[in-house]
């Protein structure tokens, strides 16, 4: 949800659709609203409702479909536009969406997106922007406490705040992330990350390191899914991709029937092909684990 032009629709294509940042340029306004259905994670569906942000439709979606658009929601993802001219009408259209769902799905978790966020280049202008966003909807959002991320089609940001939405929708993940936690201390490996398969979004990891950079694995997901589009491009497909160098040594594979593995090796010892077969040898388990 949210105003005309904010970029709801350039992002669900980048994400769910296989667009580049640069595709998203040939995208017209979205008219009315559009379903659409994604399996995510092999068996669970995700019911994707973008609604149109022309003022002709948002007033229908207030009034007249209120009950249909705000009942049954399980997730709302509120987008703001950095570029707007008129913050406070921007708010206001928060507020009555938020009133509307604490109406008729009270129990729904709420995202907001500040999204072009590349028009400010700077960092520290960068989070002081989105500060005055975080302290203006915790201050009016109620009992919906919502998450605000700062994101951009033009770098990982958008794959950050996907990839968080997503992890909360998996209903086992705190099983999901012991398991994997165990597998990557059962294979001396630094880092292990869970990717799913047809978004690449980053569904969890584990790692050695007490601290890991902000964005770091989604970088490594925004470069793949750009890999894998060129390699479709191309009549090619991508399936797997090792790197070997003095200081590591990564793979990624594809894992079970929803996902990839990334696996990184730091020790000079530990041979490739051993990695490999412990790969292998996890993927019935980790199966087993997935299953929505």
Not at 24 to 34: N, S
């Amino acid at each position: 949800m949210g105003r005309s032009g904010a970029g709801k629709t350039s992002m669900r294509s980048l994400i769910f659709s296989n667009y580049s940042a640069h595709d998203t340029r040939r995208l017209g306004a979205t008219i009315d609203v559009e379903h659409s259905t994604v399996q995510f994670m092999g068996d669970l569906s995700l019911n994707i409702w973008d609604c149109g942000g022309q003022h002709k439709y948002l007033e229908n979606y207030l009034n007249e479909q209120r009950e249909n658009i705000f009942g049954n929601v399980e997730v709302l993802i509120y987008v703001f536009d950095l570029e707007t001219a008129s913050r406070e009408s921007e708010y206001q259209l928060y507020d009555e969406c938020l009133q509307k769902l604490g109406i008729y799905s009270k129990d729904a978790k709420v995202y907001t997106l500040v999204h072009k966020m590349d028009k400010v280049p700077d960092p520290e202008q960068k989070e002081a922007r989105l500060e005055v966003y975080r302290r203006a909807l915790a201050e009016r959002s109620g009992m919906f406490k919502p998450e605000v991320f700062g994101t951009s089609i033009w770098d990982f940001s958008l794959y950050h705040a996907w990839s968080q939405i997503v992890h909360r929708l998996v209903p086992n993940m705190s099983t999901i992330e012991r398991h994997l936690e165990k597998f990557r201390a059962l294979t001396d490996a630094c880092e292990v990350v869970l990717f799913e398969r047809a978004t690449f979004l980053v569904v969890c990891f584990a790692t050695s390191h007490e601290t890991v950079p902000q964005g770091r694995f989604m970088t490594v997901s925004q470069a793949i899914k750009t890999y894998r589009n060129r390699c479709s491009n191309v009549q090619e497909s991508f399936r797997s991709f090792e790197i070997h160098n003095k200081n590591y040594t990564l793979f990624i594979e594809p894992f079970t029937k929803s996902t990839y593995i990334l696996v990184i090796t730091s020790d000079p010892e530990i041979e490739p092909a051993v990695t490999k077969a412990n790969i292998k040898a996890a993927k019935p388990h980790f199966q087993d684990k997935l299953m929505i």
